[in-house]
T-cell receptor, first 115, second 116 residues
C-alpha cells in the first residue's frame, strides 16, 4: 500500500497558486518524497522530488516539514493545463527482499483548475 | 530532452491472442519497469528488469507475462494468452541506475490494450 495520504480532490482558480498537501508520517530517514502527475490517461509525469530540504524547479516547489512527516507541492501560477491527478510517493533505497525502487501509487489528488 | 517511447499507442486484440508491447527506454538508463493501469484504478507495478534479468515482480506478473530486452534499445512486455482483464494502459519506465531513492523514474506515454 502507498505510504502517503492525499485529499481526493481540490479546486484551484486559474492563475492562483495550487497547494497540494501530502502526509507521509511513516517516512524513514533515507526515503525521498516524489511528486508525479497524470493528465487524463497519459503516462505519469515527473514533477519534483526531495529528501529534507525544500526544492524548486521550473514546474513547482516542494516544501517538506522539518519532521518530514508531511509535504506540500506548490504550483505557483496554475493554468488549465495543470488539471491532472497528482501523486505523492515515498521512495527509498533498494531493500534486499523488499521493494527495489518501484513506485507505489495511491489514488492521488485530482486537481481541477478552473477559469 | 530524452524520453521513454512506447509502441503501439493502442492495441486491440482477441482474447487468447499473444501481444507484445514495446518500449524504448532513455538511452543511458539501465533499469526498466512495466506498470499497468486498469481504467479508473491506480497505477500498479508489474515488473522491474536489470542486467537482462527480472529484479522484482508483483503478484500480477504471472506466467502469462514475460519481459525481454531483445537488443540494445528495446524493452518488451509479452502477454502470451490475453484475457479480458488484461485490458489496461501499460506504462514503461526507466531509471539511470537502480535502487537509489534519488534516481528519478521516467515514464512513457503508455499503450492502451483492449482485449475483446
Amino acid at each position: 500500500d502507498a505510504k502517503t495520504t492525499q485529499p481526493p480532490s481540490m479546486d484551484c482558480a486559474e492563475g492562483r497558486a495550487a497547494n497540494l498537501p501530502c502526509n507521509h508520517s511513516t517516512i524513514s530517514g533515507n526515503e525521498y518524497v516524489y511528486w508525479y502527475r497524470q493528465i487524463h490517461s497519459q503516462g505519469p509525469q515527473y514533477i519534483i522530488h526531495g529528501l529534507k530540504n525544500n526544492e524548486t524547479n521550473e514546474m513547482a516547489s516542494l516544501i517538506i516539514t522539518e519532521d518530514r512527516k508531511s509535504s506540500t507541492l506548490i504550483l505557483p501560477h496554475a493554468t488549465l493545463r495543470d488539471t491532472a491527478v497528482y501523486y505523492c510517493i515515498v521512495r527509498g533505497y533498494m531493500n534486499y527482499g523488499g521493494s527495489q525502487g518501484n513506485l507505489i501509487f495511491g489514488k492521488g489528488t485530482k486537481l481541477s483548475v478552473k477559469p | 530532452e530524452p524520453e521513454v517511447t512506447q509502441t503501439p499507442s493502442h492495441q486491440v486484440t482477441q482474447m487468447g491472442q499473444e501481444v507484445i508491447l514495446r518500449c524504448v527506454p532513455i538511452s543511458n538508463h539501465l533499469y526498466f519497469y512495466w506498470y499497468r493501469q486498469i481504467l479508473g484504478q491506480k497505477v500498479e507495478f508489474l515488473v522491474s528488469f536489470y542486467n537482462n534479468e527480472i529484479s522484482e515482480k508483483s503478484e500480477i506478473f504471472d506466467d502469462q507475462f514475460s519481459v525481454e530486452r531483445p537488443d540494445g534499445s528495446n524493452f518488451t512486455l509479452k502477454i502470451r494468452s490475453t484475457k479480458l482483464e488484461d485490458s489496461a494502459m501499460y506504462f514503461c519506465a526507466s531509471t539511470r541506475i537502480r535502487g537509489v531513492g534519488s534516481e528519478t523514474q521516467y515514464f512513457g506515454p503508455g499503450t492502451r490494450l483492449l482485449v475483446l
